[in-house]
Structures are given as structure tokens and as C-alpha cells.
């Protein structure tokens, strides 16, 4: 029992635990890139933070494989003339082990959209860091939702007959 003990620890100790203000610098860095890409149009800063095997799980849509289809998806968001006048993120949990990471927030957004108007939203989010082989750590994978409950359909009630 004492050498499978000794065994665990040896192992434990031999991975290094990533610094979590360091971590939390990083994600509030990206945060930070993410509301001026949002807001300016300009995705190329944020995608840096991106793996190229990243996987990204926006609402309504389908799940996107790897940092090209994710900036491609971004593009075509952004030329579809959607605009943002407010973001901000708030992490509410964050924790590492060995090389994955992982960060817990919300978010709300004034967003401008051709077809919809002028709309505001609120959300959750879970991203997924993961360190690469170079050290640095990058967003290996991210979902988010909303809030904002689907508009209420009301079922048509059933005309009863005159017999």
C-alpha cells in the first residue's frame, strides 16, 4: 500500500499546476479581445487565442471544427451587418488541472441585427482551455446559450362542433 501511495504522489507532483493568476489574466485578456472584436468588427486579434483544432457550439447553429471554420463563421456574422454596442463577460468559476483548463461566465450584449432589429441578450458560457505543446494555452472549446426564453407559441384551442 505505501509504494502505491509513494507511486501517486511521485506522479502528482511530477505534473506542474498551471499559476491560476496567470490563467485568469490570460482568459480576462481574451475577454477583453473578444468585446473589441465584437464591437469593432475586427476578428483577427481574438482567432490568435484560438487552437487550430479548436471547437466552437454557438446556439441554433452547427458545431464548428477547428479555428478556419470558426473565423469563416465569425466573418460571415460580421457581414451580415450584425452589430455590437455592448459586451461585457463575467467569469464566475475557474480551475485547471495539468494542461486543460476550463472558465464558467455569463455574458450580455446590445446587439444590432438587419432581419430582427435592436435586441439585447444575456447568457452563460463554458470555455475549454488546453496548453499546447509551445507552453502557451489556447481555447480548445467554447459553447455558449442564452437566457432569453423562445417566444411563447399558443397552441390553437379546438373548435368544438355544434352537433
Known amino acids: 500500500m505505501i509504494p502505491a501511495v509513494v507511486s501517486l504522489l511521485l506522479v502528482s507532483c511530477g505534473q506542474q499546476q498551471p499559476d491560476m493568476d496567470a490563467m485568469r489574466k490570460m482568459v480576462d485578456e481574451y475577454n477583453a479581445a473578444s468585446i473589441e472584436a465584437m464591437t469593432s468588427g475586427n476578428m483577427d486579434k481574438v482567432m490568435s ?6 471547437i466552437s457550439m454557438p446556439p441554433n447553429g452547427p458545431m464548428l471544427k477547428g479555428k478556419e471554420a470558426i473565423q469563416k463563421n465569425n466573418a460571415e456574422m460580421m457581414k451580415s451587418g450584425m452589430k455590437f454596442s455592448k459586451v461585457k463577460f463575467t467569469t464566475v468559476k ?3 488541472g495539468g494542461k486543460v483548463s476550463y472558465e464558467v461566465g455569463s455574458y450580455e450584449m446590445d446587439m444590432s ?4 432589429g435592436n435586441m439585447k441578450d444575456k447568457g452563460k458560457y463554458v470555455a475549454i482551455w488546453k496548453q499546447q505543446s509551445d507552453g502557451s494555452w489556447k481555447v480548445h472549446a467554447e459553447m455558449w446559450n442564452t437566457d432569453t426564453p423562445l417566444p411563447s407559441v399558443d397552441k390553437p384551442s379546438a373548435k368544438k362542433s355544434d352537433s
Open 49 to 54: 487565442y484560438y487552437a487550430e483544432d479548436a
Open 113 to 116: 441585427i438587419p432581419v430582427v
Open 94 to 96: 475557474m480551475d485547471a
